[in-house]
């Protein structure tokens, strides 16, 4: 399908489908206040779902949502945030809805459609969206998980690009929309000082950690049907790796830095079970919704490899879980030691060698470990952390960041077709012939096989809360 010309253009309009939903309760409603409070949203929003709520209940749902974030401090925005919004009860089969939805609209040229709902009510959503004659000119967000294997994954950019172009589908990583995940794109390419050791030569491993320190709550039924692999490594993880690893965009465009991004996700290496140990928390089965045999893993383990010039034979570890000892996500780039045991206590003899450490959450801060020489006349010395940069009161909350950019257009922290696809391929392999999972004892960091995956190249940072300030 041709390229349209939308995405210079603003929305004039958002349908929130899904409005009385859980994500709408907890995320969206908090995000459309803060841009409403900035007064960057202005434009009307037609809340959408099968309950057949009144004015009244939805905007109720509205303050209480905004009461369990804390948010309400602007009565002026709040009362602007209730007179944009209308409400539209209907089920998304019926042609119906989607005609009460275009008179909802009313003259609006350019609306944005959010579809915050479950992945098998999309195609249902879409296509309603072009029988009714608004998807022309229309944006359409859609939410993780963007299929569940490569052949879904397929399917939904066919049933997507029937309706809408490629430039006018927006699918939505929260992840991508963090101000620590923004700032390793920004790190790597506005500092000279890191490119010429950022390859192989120099590099010896990379570990990425997202770790939880809760289980699946009430979200046991959903969770029973993902998993960690799809839930968080396809797209969180591999979207980190990708920053991480691309080559240098060829200028600050949206298309030029997914298309360095694909070029990582293509060079991956497709996963072999060898790669890979899952791992399910004790008491998983247990949970309501959760089938009694489940193997479902909750835990998550794979070393990765990228087939690129710069990157070829280093490992990159991942892993992911919940109930594991604490909740937080951070990388670790180790570098190899120096070429020669100058001291007695060179990296090679201790085992610990410099590395950057950027932690995403639950703060935002990037360390460097140096070894720096003790008093005395001996040359001895310990691995000290250098702080070098920490978050700022302010920032905005991902889904702020990643709605007012889809509402103007702006691509960048969104994921292109090609790069979807790609992802799903390297997981692909894994997603039916993987090793069963292993269990593993709450508030433990996994079972101990994935210590095992990761011996040949040391072992896993187990992450502190707090960077160290120069030790």
Known sequence: ?????????????????????????????PALYALVKRGVLTLPIVGVALEPWSAAQLRARVKDSLQRSGWIDDTKALHKLFSLLTYVSGDYTHPETFTAIKKALGDAQRPAHYLAIPPFLFENVIQGLGSAGIAKGARVIVEKPFGRDLPTARELNRV???????????????????????????????????????NRNYISSVQITLAEDFGVKT??????????????IQNHLFQIVALLAMEPPTRQDPDAVQTEKVKVFRAMRPLAPADVVRGQYTGYRNEPGVAKNSDVETFCALRLFIDSW????????????????????????????PPQKLFDDSPSASGETNYLRFQLAPHSAIGLAARVKQKGKKFIGDQKELFLIEEEPGEQSPYERLLGDAIAGDRTLFTREDA???????????????????????????PKEANALIAKDGSWHNPVLELKKNG
């Open 310 to 337: 710069r990157w070829e034979g280093v490992p990159w570890y991942l892993r992911s879980g919940k109930n594991l000892a604490r909740s937080v996500n951070e990388v670790v780039v180790e570098l190899k030691p």
């Open 1 to 29: 399908m041709a390229k349209n010309n939308t995405q210079t253009l603003r929305s004039d309009a958002l349908a929130l489908f899904g409005i009385t939903g859980d994500l709408a309760y907890k995320m969206i409603i």
């Open 420 to 446: 979807s696809e790609a992802a799903w391929a390297v997981v692909d392999p894994v997603l039916k012939k993987h090793p069963l999972s292993l269990p593993y004892r709450r508030g433990s960091w996994g």
């Open 219 to 232: 979200r046991g039924a959903f969770y029973d049907t993902v998993g960690c692999l799809r839930d968080v």
């Open 160 to 198: 997507a690009h029937a309706v809408f172009p490629e430039d006018s589908i927006f699918r939505i990583d929260h992840y991508l929309g963090k101000e620590a995940i923004m700032n390793i794109l920004y790190f790597r390419f506005a500092n000279s000082f890191l490119e010429p050791i950022w």
